[in-house]
């Protein structure tokens, strides 16, 4: 993804995104706006163009609460949209899956900060029956640890 600043705290995004699976994947146009519109606050919206006119969106937000100077709190929710029904693809129209997660993270440094969190993780729509009809279930929690690094 390319970024170019419109403000001080928005910026405009484009850029391409390949899917490998399922299937035979698919290739993106992406275009999007990404900012923090109060402290702590960030919210990113990204429209994508694939091929035989699918369409998607994607709507993320995330608020990082400082408990120390180091300890940092982070809730996020991201919900995934389609606008048509591409069963080979697994995806349906509409609201096909969203997810709310937690993160803990201790910064050593800004560049570098392990954390440990949950996920939950659910289908919905059309995306959510053709799980059902698979014999997938529609909803998951995980565990999630990592390192988060900045440069």
């Not at 402290?39 to 937000?61: D, K, M, P, V």
């Amino acid at each position: 993804m390319w970024g170019h600043a419109i403000s001080p705290w928005w910026e405009l995004v484009g850029g391409v995104r390949q899917d490998f699976k399922p299937a035979s994947g698919q290739h993106w146009a992406a275009f999007g706006i990404q900012g923090t519109p109060l402290y702590g606050l960030e919210l990113e919206a990204t429209a994508y163009a694939g091929e035989r006119q699918q369409t998607a969106l994607r709507l993320e937000a995330g608020y990082v609460m400082l408990l120390t100077n180091r300890w940092i709190l982070e809730p996020t929710v991201e919900a995934n949209l389609f606008g048509r029904n591409d069963a080979s693809r697994e995806q349906g129209a509409g609201l096909a899956e969203s997810e709310v997660g937690l993160r803990l993270r201790y910064e050593i440094s800004r560049g570098f900060a392990p954390y440990v969190g949950v996920s939950f993780n659910r289908l919905h729509g059309n995306r959510a029956e053709q799980a059902r009809a698979d014999g997938e279930d529609t909803g998951q929690t995980r565990l999630v640890a990592g390192v988060r690094l900045r440069f």
